[in-house]
């Protein structure tokens, strides 16, 4: 393409909502053949609501989410807003809360009201050597609905476990079955639960799975992707910049945090994954010389 091209394919580009940072992004997308997402605020709203919670016996429920819901208001977490929320529209009182810990890509510890409060994924559980009982089960057939199951243990039991919904955004159905007629491979990163996340990737047709991905290991995780072909990573999040950072073309969700924003080559400036499409339809105008 030449540099007017390009000057045309950006100009028209941000027309339509999509800001190419660099014109190389505007080169290379259209040589990409695997497009990977994130899944929470990418390809969901990013806004979970609690909707599960169930008790192991000789526990009660209310106490269970008044004391949980403590420990979440010092955690920045999505999930941590589902479930403070919910103690809210309850009314449940507050809990005095010390000794805080948030174990990144596992979930949150303190102690609540003079007990030892655990909350997260199963592999907290298991870190802590917390037997989940027959709770290990519901938490499993709540991520085969597509939910995330977590699970609480006060004073080392297992307490609840407890399930968060995040809605998928309105227009990603549409934006992953465009991707597939660009020829594409839709691909989905998430430190989510293996069930939920496949729960979630066969409501939408998604290709490729990778769950359970701690913080640190999306690079890694990109870089077997990358084996494929070209790589085109979209996120949102903080802890999606190293991951837009080592795509080939890196795309942050523009409603996202400002340090994604800021280690992408392309910005959507709309909150819905059309933008995905129309940046690839650009690129491919563009080094075709199609107008
Ligand atoms: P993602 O951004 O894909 O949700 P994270 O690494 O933030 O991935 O979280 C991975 C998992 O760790 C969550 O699905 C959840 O099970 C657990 N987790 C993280 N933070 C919390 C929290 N504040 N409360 C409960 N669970 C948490
Ligand atoms: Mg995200």
């Given at each position: 393409a030449t540099p007017t091209s390009i000057m045309v394919g950006t100009g028209r580009a941000a027309e339509m909502?999509?800001?190419?940072?660099?014109g190389d992004a505007l080169q290379m997308l259209?040589?990409?053949?695997v497009v990977a997402l994130d899944k929470t605020g990418t390809l969901t709203q990013g806004r979970p609501e609690l909707t599960d919670l169930v008790a192991a016996g000789g526990f009660d429920e209310d106490e269970v989410l008044r004391l949980v819901a403590a420990l979440e208001a010092?955690?920045?977490?999505p999930i941590a807003e589902a479930i403070t929320r919910a103690a809210v529209q309850k009314g449940l009182k507050s809990a005095e809360v010390t000794a805080f810990s948030s174990l990144t890509g596992y979930g949150v510890e303190a102690t609540v009201d003079g007990q030892q409060v655990i909350v997260g994924a199963d592999r907290l559980m298991k870190r802590e050597g917390i037997d989940m009982g027959t709770l290990a089960q519901t938490g499993n057939a709540l991520g085969l609905k597509g939910r995330t199951p977590l699970y609480a243990a006060i004073d080392g039991k297992i307490a609840a476990a407890i399930a968060v919904s995040d809605p998928i955004k309105p227009a990603t159905p549409r934006a992953i079955s465009a991707l597939h007629g660009l020829g594409l491979n839709v691909a989905m990163i998430t430190g989510d639960n293996q069930g939920t996340a496949h729960a979630i990737a066969t409501e939408l047709g998604i290709d490729i799975v990778v769950a359970e991905v701690l913080p640190e290991g999306k690079v890694a995780a990109l870089e077997e992707l990358r084996k494929r072909g070209k790589l085109a990573f979209v996120g949102d999040g903080i802890n999606d910049a190293p991951a837009l950072a080592t795509a080939d073309v890196g795309i942050a969700i523009g409603t996202g945090t400002d340090v994604a924003i800021e280690a992408a080559d392309v910005v959507l400036m709309s909150g819905e994954l059309t933008g995905v499409v129309n940046a690839f339809d650009i690129s491919t105008r563009t080094m075709r010389n199609i107008r």
């Open positions: 909502g999509v800001l190419f940072r660099k259209q040589e990409a053949k010092q955690s920045e977490h």
